[in-house]
């Protein structure tokens, strides 16, 4: 691919030199005149031999929005457009189409070609595959926030989500819930049937709360749920929901079935992150001592007078 020296000295502020990289020169519409051989991953082979006579008699190929997937051709297409406007384009993640319709993810940095007067006459971009960095970072993710047994997150993802809720002031609820006499379920019954307890308990958490409700496994037999702009009254009833389900329900797990109960508390979220998971914490504790198998809210708390 021949490029002007103009051409040239902005590739070269743009692109360290990789073999697995796209380069390719657009028209001021956003077709492609110039493209380098990786773009045959894309189900354009090449550039040249697609193309037909412009504007102008211009070579044109390809138009940039043919290499991207449909919900991304917007957020290209007004990329392109702040590049022919004189912006420089950093680097946008979108989801490209291969020949077979498999996505593969790419990231685009563009900037605009000006003649000599200052007057653009077309883009040059830069495509640079991301998938094994998405595919690596999903993993990171996933392993950093994510219990490997249930499937829920983690603590770690349950203080962020906990934190970003007070940021937001979005109001709301917290709730604890807590196995009964998971230990000796653990000790009479080993540990591959108390790991068959907590993801039945799992998906049960799953099943009754709403779509929207945030569960994380925060402990050994302790799970945290965020409910979003709840009143404590309705995250009394949602919960209490949990609570009385699964007392009803036998569970056959491992070699025979067996009655499971859980513990479990509510408290508003608000003030501070320490104050809410103390105040949840609290009413756990006072259900467990009144028994288990129960639900208590947190108590107001009662100022001093005189």
């Known amino acids: 691919m021949n490029f002007t020296f103009q051409e040239s000295s902005v590739l070269y502020g743009m692109l360290a030199e990789s073999t697995t990289d796209v380069i390719l020169k657009t028209d001021p519409k956003g077709f492609i005149v110039h493209a ?4 045959a991953d894309l189900g354009h082979r090449d550039a040249h031999r697609d193309a037909v006579r412009g504007d102008a008699g211009m070579l044109v190929g390809p138009h940039i929005l043919d290499l991207v997937a449909p919900e991304a051709k917007q957020q290209i297409s007004k990329a392109h457009a702040r590049a022919m406007a004189g912006e420089d ?5 979108f989801p490209a189409l291969t020949r077979d319709d498999r996505k593969r993810w790419f990231e685009l940095r563009m900037r605009a070609l000006l003649r000599h007067d200052g007057a653009p006459y077309g883009v040059l971009g830069v495509m640079r595959n991301v998938d094994e960095l998405r595919t690596l970072s999903e993993k990171l993710f996933t392993a950093t926030y994510t219990d ?10 349950f203080i962020s989500m906990l934190e970003h809720m007070l940021d937001s002031q979005m109001g709301g609820c917290l709730a604890l819930f807590s196995i009964d006499f998971f230990r000796t379920i653990n000790m009479q019954h080993g540990q591959s049937v108390g790991d068959e307890v907590l993801t039945v308990f799992a998906d049960l958490l799953r099943e009754l709360l709403r779509s929207e409700d945030i569960i994380s496994r925060i402990g050994s037999e302790r799970f945290a749920v965020i409910l979003p702009r709840v009143t404590p009254a309705e995250a009394e009833g949602i919960c209490r929901r949990v609570v009385t389900t699964l007392a ?16 479990a508390s509510v408290a508003a979220v608000d003030t501070s992150l320490d ?3 103390e105040r949840a914490e609290m ?5 467990k001592a009144k028994g288990r198998n129960r639900l208590e809210m947190e ?3 009662r100022l001093a007078v005189g």
């Open 36 to 39: 380098t051989s990786g773009i």
């Open 89 to 93: 384009v950093d680097w946008i993640e």
């Open 299 to 301: 108590k107001p708390v």
């Open 248 to 263: 009803d329900l036998k569970q056959t797990i491992g070699d025979g079935s067996f009655a499971m109960t859980a513990s």
């Open 283 to 287: 009413a756990l504790f006072v259900a």
């Open 275 to 277: 104050s809410t998971i």
């Open 148 to 157: 490997p047994l249930t499937g829920l997150t983690n603590r770690t993802a």
